[in-house]
């Protein structure tokens, strides 16, 4: 069992109907804001008049950031830091998903950066040491950025896709209500859903390393949340119950409540991040499309254990099978789930991504170290197997 | 499902060989200590001198408040206070159990009160806005004060025992290092472990409201966390992996990962305290005579189903059974877990007390509300028939 330091300053506000705090909790940094937000989702459902609303009340000066990309680029970042910059502002909201609270986090850090281009932060060629507050409003329970540190921002130049944990950079207050949520089209509560699974998979969950008990059992009960609610979510939008659930277990997965000193590569993300970057696809998607072929590459006897246990405790697979087959049952349950229960595509060719790029993207996903670490060690030539498994 | 507002600040260090950090830590807030601890168990286990020479090694000015009791007094406070008042004391330092650290998070109020007895503020006579900051050092897992806000001081001369939440008192930092725990004596470790297992049952588990599934499943794993290492560490008190689940276990059970919102009265914790206040037992041997005649006190058609779950998926009771006989079987249980497992003695008679003081008790366990509101209402004649229940 490791060490650990826990720390999570960002306060919550859960449920319906507690916006009436967000200009409060704004002012409380500042008298200028900046507020970002993505392709128009928030003025269908009502939620910008609401915000709007809401900063005018409290006498905030608003600038806003609209057009925050799915896969957010360091262009759009660049833009928001210059605004940053040029007006002087206190505090940024993001009011959307991961991406535009992600996007914010990499704003809030170059407007603290004497240069004016964020993708020096995010390669790590240049570094600060503080950052802009950030509050935000979440749409989509997907991600966990309304509460950690970290950020993924996409370089379409270069194809590069990368993350980060800037200091300071947990939202200061975040709003989380599961009716925001309630528009999510099934296809993107899937998508989310399986990102929920994949972080505590990839962070946590699958690791060669012991765990403190507790903590996995917990992980279980989150990853069995998922099972149960993302279903129900998929096909009645409106079910706050599966909503609250989803969106407090996206939040768990991410926000250091399940960590306990275990570091590793979060396998499954650095690979999935490769076809994000090359094709600009939906991120849970591809994680939904990867988990069970890594699963599958990486089981050995040394594996087998852990895989039949979480198929046990959280698929239904029958206790009773020995750890090889009771593995097995617990990955086919899986890709029952995801493919059929979930709904999603199961081939990388179904999403129109053939095998051109995956040696470039293989070389890529494994970094300069030329390995990903995680439940066992991947070198490039794993991760293009990994790749062709799901064409 | 209720709404709710989480934010915790509290920084913690977990694990083995932590306490290099310390003196760094402390001397964030300043530069004079007020170094509070209890009967000296601190010296037995070297750990009063790597606290001594990490506060020499950060240079700060240490006052130092031995002696806090295991029920805290509100002298004791009040003399905290006062040298923190005297001396310009900067921060608190609590190196002890939930007794301690409670203990300082009073001193933290009243050192920044303009009156000089902490019992104004206990009482709500007089209110505080702001708290000096608090580090601890935990040496027992028990109460969670060492990442929540809140405090127990007792009053021997009027037989009180209060408890309130003052602002921004959740420590700042606390250290847990589960061999800080190795020393623990088996009956103090039995009493603590149903301590954390109490907190859970009264302040979320057992409501009569909807709770967010995620977290009361969770709870249950909390809860079995319990079942399975408290008396592994009964046995064995140098066993690093017991210690360290019970250790988080006891954090969790109180510091807002498991609230959604249900906001109850404690029953069985207000009902112990009228029994340390009165007789200065051991507060958790308090709760385990206590909580499973409370439980056979409410039980109902109306409560038996949550009660029967409780057994099921935390004591492993035979899940074909019915609602009642399920219940039934859990609160057996739970008696044996106690008074079997743990080796507790069961009845209060055991303890000296007799029924002299039960009306008295009951009264003042219902406060000037007059009723206990939690898994069902309580007046003063249910709260007497209960504590008969446990001569």
């Known amino acids: 069992m490791n060490n650990f330091i826990f720390v999570n300053p960002t306060k919550i506000y859960f ?27 928030i003025k269908r459902i009502g939620l910008y008049d609401r915000v709007v609303a809401q900063l005018a009340a409290a006498g905030l000066t608003v ?43 990499a704003i809030a850090a170059t407007a603290k950066y004497e ?13 600060v040491t503080d950052t802009l507050p950030i509050v935000t409003v979440l749409t989509l329970a997907a991600t966990g950025s309304e ?47 399986v990102d929920i699974m994949s972080h505590i998979f990839d962070v946590a969950y699958f690791s060669r390393e012991d765990e403190m ?7 279980e009960e989150v990853l069995s949340t998922v099972v149960k609610f993302a279903p129900v979510a998929v096909k009645d939008g409106n079910d ?21 000193g275990i570091v590793q590569d979060a396998a499954c993300h650095a690979i999935e991040h ?66 059929g229960t979930l709904g999603l595509k199961s081939r990388l060719s179904d999403l129109g991504i053939d095998d051109t790029h995956f040696a470039t993207m293989a070389k890529k996903a494994c970094g300069e170290k030329g390995t990903l670490d995680s439940f066992t060690t991947l070198t490039p030539a794993d991760v293009e197997a990994i790749f062709r498994m799901c064409l």
């Open 240 to 260: 706050y119950e599966a909503r609250a659930n989803l969106m407090w277990a996206a939040s768990w997965a991410l926000n250091g409540f399940l960590f306990d």
């Open 15 to 41: 449920g319906k109907d507690q916006l009436q705090s967000l200009g409060a909790e704004v002012a409380r940094f500042g008298k200028k804001v900046l507020f970002a937000y993505g392709g128009g989702s």
């Open 115 to 127: 240069g004016t281009d964020s993708w020096d932060l995010m390669t790590g060629k240049a570094s």
């Open 274 to 339: 490769e076809l994000s970057a090359f094709y600009d696809i939906t991120h849970g998607h591809g994680l939904a499309i990867l988990t069970p072929r890594w699963l599958t590459y990486v089981l050995s006897d040394e594996t087998a254990p852990l895989i039949k246990r979480f198929g046990e405790r959280v698929m239904g697979v029958d206790p009773s099978l020995g750890p090889m087959e009771g593995a097995k049952a617990a990955i086919a349950a899986l890709e029952e789930f995801f493919f």
């Open 147 to 193: 509460m950690d540190g970290g950020c993924v921002i996409s370089n379409v130049g270069t194809n590069d896709k990368l993350g980060i944990f800037f200091p300071n950079a947990h939202p200061r207050v975040s709003f989380l209500d599961p009716t925001n949520t309630f528009t999510v089209s099934p296809y993107q509560t899937a998508s989310g859903s």
């Open 213 to 219: 008990d507790m903590l996995r059992r917990i992980q």
């Open 63 to 105: 600038f806003e950031l609209p057009g925050v990309e799915p896969n957010p680029r360091h262009t759009t970042v660049n833009k928001g830091a210059e605004i940053c910059k040029r007006e002087g502002v206190d505090v940024l909201l993001a009011v959307g998903g991961g991406s535009t609270i992600d996007a914010c986090k």
